[in-house]
């Protein structure tokens, strides 16, 4: 048996490595843009009144690794998102959103890759906690949105990012007090 087969394909194997680096989420890809039911109006609890958001539970991308979702990342998402849904300003009493990012589940390989992720929100206003629910939503990718796996990777994490903030949404205007 001969070394020159197996250097060749060791050589193939590093070279695609290095080549599909992990890459970070993109924000703009998180945010949830205005969205029927969604949108508060005068009158509704928080409209204009978020002032504060603060997030914790992320994790920075290690491009030898697997591509994560920043503290940085989820905030500047999750404060698009309140902003187009009419939620960030200073018009009603000031309310503070707090994001803890408990965890993101990621599969380790496949061709169609579903990541969840689970986030703990809490609502205050004036002291008073007025929404605290934990949220669990699922982005999936495949081959279709991107071949490379890290790219895939990437792009189910946004979209589970994407869609725990419209679950959020919908639970904190169904029931915040």
Known sequence: MTLKPFAAALAAVSLLSVAACATPSRPEMMV??????????SGDLGYR????????GGEDTNPLWTSQVS????????????????YMGSSGPPMTVTANMIELNQPMMGLDLSVTSRIQYQ???NGRVVFNDTVAATGTATMGDAFAAVE???????KSIKENIKQFLTRFRATAR
């Not at 949830?32 to 109006?41: D, F, K, R, V």
């Not at 895939?152 to 946004?158: G, K, V």
């Open 32 to 41: 949830l843009p205005a969205t029927t039911g969604l949108t508060a109006s």
């Open 49 to 56: 009144s978020v002032t504060t958001v603060n997030v914790s």
């Open 71 to 86: 503290n940085e990342d989820l905030k500047t998402a999750l404060e698009q998102s309140l902003e187009a849904a009419g």
């Open 123 to 125: 609502v205050t206003s």
């Open 152 to 158: 895939r990777l990437r792009i189910a994490n946004e």
